[in-house]
Each structure stands twice: as structure tokens, then as C-alpha cells.
């Protein structure tokens, strides 16, 4: 028999009823599911943490992937904003961590270490919010940590109801959920309810719900690097609303599902195949031909 699906909604409800934080109610469901500590568990995100940091750091190189197709994005934009002259229409904190979440997109692309957080396509989402809010936000280390307990439960659950394979949902499955965790995570850092962490969770899958999953010569490269710089916003974009007060029609398990929905209902052709999209445009299909000849 099927077991019941793992719900947000109920575990908010759970948090709301004990009066506890999101991060709280989360650390005492893992602790007991991992039969660990909670300063074990805490150690273990800090671990990560680091990783993330480094994953940024290396991108931010300017480093290449092996392919030649990307790479240095993340610095251009970091260097071009470091200009008095320049606009800065997105404001630090969201331009920030855009330019992280490339950062680590060009660093996976070139092989360097990284979370997939929660796959290597959508890796840099997570670290690009969460590095972003700690420097403008002077968020700590363990708020980080308990940050990171919260996006691993959005993503359990997402993993759970739906899918986090861009194979099998398209990118609203990848880069969309990574959007939704960090968005989650967010909220939760930022000193939100379980409520408005959900709220979160539904405002950013609205937004990327049917995003396909199209990458040129099936690298994990165009477009996938530049939506995670997106997907960074997109997060940010729905903490804000949440924090604000704004409230989703649509509640945060039933926006999972319904990104599932969506994801059956793609062709095969825009799950990860190159089989169109982005993938099957003339630039790229020229490119790939020259590439694997």
C-alpha cells in the first residue's frame, strides 16, 4: 500500500500549533528521522555551507567549462557592478545573488566541486540566495545551517509529491524547485511563519510552473547557468511577497502537485533530451554538430 505523501501544508500546521519555527519543527522531525543530534545535523549544513561558499569562489574565477561553450559570466556582472557608472536595476542583494548562483552554475560546468541542492543543474540557486543574505542580511552561520534544514525539508517534500529530475519534470523540477526551497529557506532565515514559508513555497512555483528543461548538446550549460541566476531572483522575488504579507490562493502542497501535473504532461522532447526548445534553435544545433565532430 502506498504510503501517505509527505505534506508542507501539515507540517506547517504541526509548527503553527507548537508555537515553533519552521527551522524548529524541522530540526525535531530530522533529528528523529536521522537518529542524530541536532548539533550533529547543524555541523553536517555547516559543511555544506562551506562547500557552497568555495562552489562561488571558483566561479567566480572566471573559469571555463571544458566544453568552452560558458564561463565568466559571474565575474563580468560582478566587475561590471563594481563600476560607479553602473545601473544596478536589480538592487545588491538581488543582484548579488544572481551573480552567485551563476557563479556555481559556471563552477559545475567546469567540474568544480558543488551541493546539488537540489541537483547539480540547479546548484546554484541555494548558495546564491543564501550567500547573498548573509552578507547584506549579517545572517550567522547556524541561522544559515538551520536555513539549510528548512530547504531540505521544502525539497523532501518536493521530491516526495512531484520530482526533482529536469528528466523527468523539466525544469520547473530542477531550477523551479531550488527556486521554491531557497525561497522557503529564505522567509524562514528572514524571521517569517511557517505560513508565510509556505506561501513562499507557492508563490515560486506560480511563477516558473512549465519551465522546460532544454539543454544545448545536453550539456548542462545553455540555458541552464543563466536560469539559475534567475531562479536566484525568482526566490527572492516570492520572499519578499510572503514577508510582505501576501498571501497564495493556491496552498504550497497542491502548487507542488500541480508542477507535477504539468511535468507529466510534457512532451519528451523538453525533458532533458536537447530535443527542443532552446536545444533545437539553429545557433545551437550548429554549435553541437561542430562540437561532438
Same mark, same amino acid.
Given at each position: 500500500?502506498?504510503?501517505? *505523501?509527505?505534506?508542507?501544508? *501539515? ?14 519543527? /524541522? ?23 562551506? =562547500? ?7 566561479? /567566480? ?13 559571474? *565575474? ?80 523532501? =517534500? ?47 512555483? *506560480? ?87
Amino acid at each position: 500500500m502506498r504510503k501517505e *505523501k509527505l505534506s508542507l501544508n *501539515k507540517w506547517i500546521s504541526m509548527a503553527e500549533e507548537k508555537g515553533q519555527t519552521l527551522q524548529e519543527f /524541522l530540526l525535531d522531525y530530522n533529528t528523529e528521522q536521522l537518529e542524530c543530534t541536532r548539533e550533529e545535523l547543524l555541523v553536517k549544513m555547516e559543511e555544506m555551507l562551506k =562547500v557552497m561558499e568555495a562552489s562561488i569562489a571558483f566561479g /567566480l574565477t572566471g573559469v571555463r567549462s571544458h566544453s568552452g561553450l560558458t564561463g565568466g559570466d559571474a *565575474k563580468k556582472v560582478k566587475e561590471a557592478s563594481e563600476n560607479g557608472a553602473f545601473p544596478d536595476v536589480l538592487g545588491a542583494k538581488v543582484k548579488d545573488a544572481m551573480i552567485y548562483a551563476m557563479a556555481v552554475g559556471e563552477c559545475n560546468a567546469a567540474m568544480g566541486r558543488i551541493v546539488a541542492a537540489p541537483t547539480a543543474g540547479a546548484s546554484g540557486v541555494l548558495p546564491g540566495v543564501f550567500a547573498s543574505l548573509k552578507e547584506h542580511c549579517h545572517l550567522s552561520e547556524r541561522t544559515l545551517a538551520e536555513g539549510l534544514v528548512v530547504a531540505g525539508g521544502i525539497g523532501l =517534500v518536493i521530491a516526495d509529491r512531484a520530482s526533482l529530475a529536469g528528466a523527468t519534470g523539466g525544469c520547473q523540477a530542477e531550477c523551479g524547485s531550488a527556486a521554491a526551497m531557497a525561497a522557503g529557506a529564505a522567509v524562514a532565515m528572514l524571521g517569517g511563519s511557517p505560513t508565510q514559508v509556505g506561501y513562499a513555497v507557492a508563490i515560486a512555483f *506560480k511563477n516558473v510552473l512549465g519551465l522546460v528543461c532544454d539543454p544545448v548538446a545536453g550539456l548542462v550549460e545553455v540555458p541552464c547557468i543563466k536560469r539559475n541566476g534567475s531562479c536566484a531572483v525568482q526566490a527572492l522575488t516570492a520572499a519578499e511577497l510572503a514577508l510582505a504579507g501576501i498571501t497564495s490562493f493556491i496552498p504550497a502542497d497542491e502548487a507542488i502537485d500541480a508542477m507535477k501535473s504539468v511535468g507529466d504532461s510534457l512532451p519528451c522532447a523538453f525533458k532533458e533530451t536537447a530535443g527542443g526548445g532552446m536545444a533545437t534553435t539553429p545557433t545551437a544545433l550548429a554549435w553541437a554538430k561542430k562540437y561532438f565532430s
